[in-house]
């Protein structure tokens, strides 16, 4: 096995366990015991590992090990601390917390992208929106998915804002995390796609208020129905 999936492999199984905490806060690792447990050289552990400390999950001391940090220093940013996260026991919480976010984000962004997409930026909005419609209706969700990400991506990118594209990957990575975890209807519902339309159509309208009314709309059933999972 190549050294780049043992080093995933290693990094996906540990920061796993210590997002979902069953490696709690504390908890001492050491290069030699994941070289044990997951037979790799001492190479790949010591590369998790360093990606691990990027990451802001471990940290390594001097004759101790490297310990798990608190959650307050995690880089909760990263696709994969979101990805660990979204599959382990906190996952309507990170849900939460990620649905805020885009609430805070996305309809500004929306409004963002009705005053400076572009004209080729526009049609491609419209051809995405249009294929969720016959996607969604097909019940082909992870197609589906696909199209979803890519809708909300131009969006962000769409308004110029850096900050905001900055959050494509954050975004992309919750949108795949409904579905893998089967919190997606097996067909998207009807309004909910009515609201993808509004947006787009705002934009092609060059409706800043209009879009932002929209994808409110869009981030207020999400927020709705992961209300229900209480």
Known sequence: MAAEVLHSNVLDVVGAEITSGTLPEGAVLTLERLQDRFGVSRTVAREAMRMLEHLGLVTSRRRVGLVVRPASDWVVFDPRVIRWRLAGPGRVGQLRSLTELRAAVEPVAAAGAARHADAAEVDRLLAVVARMRQLGEAGRLEEFLAAD???????????????????????AEVLAGRTRHGLMPSRPR??????HEAVADAVRRRDPEGAERAMTVITSEIRAALDDLR
């Open 149 to 171: 990400i890519e809708f909300h991506a131009l969006l962000l990118r769409a308004g110029r804002n850096e900050m905001f594209t900055a959050l494509t990957d954050v975004v």
């Open 190 to 195: 009807a309004e909910a796609l009515d609201a």
